[in-house]
């Protein structure tokens, strides 16, 4: 895996390759400013969920280095594999009336190297993926039934179990669940 440092390395010697060579002509343009900050901050990591103390269980353990994983990194997953974890939301989730929302609505979470979970969130979509709000009791029983789901299987490298972030997403039309995809 390359470092942060080592990514700047190489991008620095390959900005380097790009100027002129003695005996070629200069070549004229306008160089821009460097103002990327040169210390990694994984804060501004694209994707990352922060801790949030109203919402966040401040107990919830993480691996020290504090390096959360994308889902597609490695198999973090829950017992019995996708298909059990279909199966039990829909059966979590029975239907209700009395919603006329239709879209996609996305939780996304953190599963610790323990295989429990914390750091919830939530995004409502149109049909046409636009952000929109959807029926709040609706959104209420799909996060509690994510934060009900217990016995998580954390994904590995090299033997240890890591910290990783996963997303389901349900497919909500008139109201009703559809569909959840994994």
């Known amino acids: 895996m390359l470092t942060p440092f080592y990514k700047v390395t190489l991008l620095a010697g390959w900005l380097l390759s790009l100027l002129p060579h003695r005996g070629q002509a200069q070549a004229r343009g306008i160089w821009a400013k460097a103002d990327i900050p040169l210390v ?34 490695f198999d973090t997953t829950f017992p019995g594999g996708r298909v059990e974890l279909r199966k039990h939301l829909l059966r979590a989730l029975p239907t209700a009336a009395g919603s006329s929302d239709s879209g996609f609505l996305t939780v996304r979470f953190v599963v610790n190297y323990r295989g429990e979970t914390d750091r919830f969130r939530v995004q409502a979509l149109n049909s046409e993926y636009q952000p929109q709000a959807m029926d709040p009791e609706l959104v209420a029983r799909v996060l509690g039934a994510c934060r009900a789901l217990r016995g998580w299987l954390p994904g590995q490298i090299d033997g240890e179990t890591k910290d990783s972030y996963f997303y389901i997403t349900f497919v909500v039309r008139e109201g009703h669940i559809q569909d959840i995809t994994l």
């Open 40 to 73: 990694y901050n994984r804060q501004y990591e694209v994707g990352n969920i922060l801790f949030d103390p109203s919402q966040d269980r401040p107990d919830f353990a993480l691996r020290p280095n504090g390096r959360i994983y994308q889902y597609y990194n």
